[in-house]
């Protein structure tokens, strides 16, 4: 076995392994506070970054890996979406004041709904790619949803959050 492979499979344990903790998170409740929730995020973040160096190793390992890793990786991804999903949609359905009220409110939130229209735009194509069985597409199909409804609460959010003060 290559060297790359070797770290691609040692990659592939360590995701496995973050999708695990974030998933206990998950079933640990709804993060309490903004902080909190900004500490998920970024394991979240980190979860796809590794995917995203996985991806770019796969071809330098030639036929070494299984024949469907490359599928199996999206969903990885995939799950790890439907991870942070539920997450997500938890925390903004009953926010705390810091996310309605606070000055950086406006600007969280904003982020918070780029980074789910994106993952909406390439939820569909990664479907696709993860050749994925028939119940696993209607619980994408859940997280899919949700992903709608995050961005309409969100929006609903940040017309009642504070708007930062761009001239005085």
Do not use: C
Not at 45 to 62: A, K, M, Y
Not at 73 to 83: S, Y
């Amino acid at each position: 076995m290559g060297k790359v492979t070797d770290i691609v499979i040692r990659m592939a344990r360590k995701l496995t392994e973050d999708i695990a903790a974030l998933a206990r998170q998950r079933d640990a409740g709804t993060p309490k506070t903004f902080p909190r929730f900004r500490e998920i995020r970024n394991a979240h973040l980190d979860i796809q970054g590794l995917i995203f160096s996985i991806q770019e190793r796969i071809p330098e390992t030639g036929q070494e890996l299984p024949e469907n890793f490359s599928q199996w990786v999206i969903r990885q991804k995939l799950g790890d979406i439907a991870i942070f999903t539920d997450i997500s949609y938890a925390f903004i359905s009953d926010p705390p004041l810091a996310l309605t009220s606070s000055l950086g409110a406006y600007d969280v939130l904003l982020a918070e709904q780029k980074a789910f229209r994106e993952t909406l735009a390439a939820f569909d194509m990664m479907l696709m790619e993860a050749g994925i069985d028939d119940k696993t597409a209607d619980e994408l199909d859940a997280t899919r949803s949700k992903i709608e409804k995050i961005l309409e609460m969100i929006e609903t959010l940040l017309v009642k959050s504070p708007k930062i003060l761009e001239e005085f």
